[in-house]
């Protein structure tokens, strides 16, 4: 670790919180250091303190990030009540470290998810601020017709807001597929917005995310970022990592 940091942001770097729910858990008198309760957030923890949260000792864990390509009929939480097979299945005896799925593919969406336990990252690409750009290709039911495409480039009304693309592709090879690329974060957004239309996604695939890319990475398998991948992440919301 540096040689001291605000306390709200070791306990993100820990991975025990995000950055604001370490703030939380300060306030609420849930952090102690060196045996001395410590409410104010940016209190500067050094590399010889001691930091217990609700009596439990907490150290800077080293990070990982982790990109997988998730399969169909897996879900992307860290656990399913049902008994469902999880992303984090796909890990079991390979890593150490508690890792958590960034944002979220609903269980018959396959494709590029990052998992980490850099708590103020995963907040950060969470964030609209940030507008993270995710790339989909999808399958319809039928062909997709041409004045619904303008229209999607124009934007889409949903229940919760207008739906912007930055690009649509249709295949030249195929009517029914189609490349989207947006920043939005709403929850089952492609589906939504093709059912809007009158369309049945039949496959949904997230091929970039980020600036990630799945580089010959098979479905169901997963690799640790580059030194570089990571640099282009932070870099995009220094301020909050």
């Not at 008198?29 to 303190?49: F, Q, W």
Request: hydrophobic letters at 35%.
């Amino acid at each position: 670790m540096n040689s001291d940091m605000p306390l709200n942001k070791y306990l993100a770097h820990s991975g025990v919180a995000s950055r604001r729910e370490a703030v939380q858990l300060v306030v609420a008198g849930s952090v102690r250091v060196n045996g001395e309760l410590v409410k104010e957030p940016g209190y500067r923890v050094k590399a010889k303190d001691q930091v217990e949260l609700r009596g439990m000792p907490v150290r800077a864990e080293k990070k990982i990030y982790l990109l997988l390509n998730k399969p169909r009929d897996c879900v992307a939480t860290c656990r399913d009540e049902r008994g469902r097979r999880t992303v984090l299945s796909l890990l079991a005896g390979h890593v150490r470290q508690r890792v958590y799925p960034v944002g979220r593919l609903d269980r018959g969406t396959t494709g590029l998810l990052l998992l980490t336990n850099d708590g103020a990252l995963a907040q950060m690409l969470a964030h609209p601020k940030y507008e993270v750009e995710k790339r989909y290709s999808v399958t319809l039911d039928r062909p997709l017709a041409g004045d619904d495409g303008v229209r999607i480039k124009r934007g889409v009304r949903l229940v919760d807001g207008v739906v912007r693309v930055d690009a649509l592709h249709r295949s030249v090879k195929r009517g029914d597929e189609v490349t989207i690329v947006l920043h939005s974060g709403k929850n089952r957004v492609v589906r939504r917005l093709f059912e809007r239309l009158g369309y049945r996604v039949a496959k949904l695939d997230r091929i970039a995310y980020a600036g990630l890319s799945p580089r010959e990475l098979p479905r169901g398998a997963w690799r640790p970022l580059t030194v570089a991948e990571i640099d282009r992440l932070r870099g995009s919301g220094a301020d909050c990592c």
